[in-house]
């Protein structure tokens, strides 16, 4: 197997190692394999893929869109490293507003799978990074949500000062103020 996955301290939120081939040119490795993943709990139903390119101290997020056009994340960074968080927003959970954070980078190989019902965010470590991202849903601004980067209910440690955000993200609301419709479903045994 190419992939060794490894549920974090919010059991949802998957942290999935990439097997990387490296010789003298560079490397090989297989970023998705459907098969894989599905035997390992995470949905077949990715139906867009986003880039993004963003420079040392910025800090993107935490965003989440909502139903009926929720989306799960696979984040894969291919230059460059950043610290993902991934928020748990889902009212009722046992984790509600916890969080897990991640480092990935290009030379990492590491994936993180944040599903349906998390507010996503990073920020960038290294001079440059380029961020992937597999999402189970097609954008909908209408649908479009997040929750302020530095809420303190939430207390995330990020890495950096002063991070450098968007006018949007800078106007987000805390979690309690948040536009938020996912609830907390128990899994049966």
Known sequence: MAFKFRRLDIADVVLIEAQAFKDQR?????????????????PD?????????SLRKVLRGLHYQKHPKDQAKLITVLRGEI?????DIRRGSPTYARWVGQVLSAENCCLLYI???FAHGFCVLSEEADVHYKVTAEYAPELDGGVTWDDP???????IEHPRVS???AELPPLRLADNDFLYQAKCP
Do not use: C, T
């Open 115 to 117: 599903p349906v019902g």
């Open 167 to 169: 006018p949007k993200d």
């Open 26 to 42: 560079g490397l090989f490795m297989e970023s998705y394999k459907q098969s894989d993943f599905s035997k390992n709990g995470i």
């Open 45 to 53: 139903i990715f139906v867009q893929d986003n880039y993004s390119h």
């Open 83 to 87: 610290f993902d968080v991934a928020v």
């Open 153 to 159: 209910e939430i207390g995330i440690r990020w890495p």
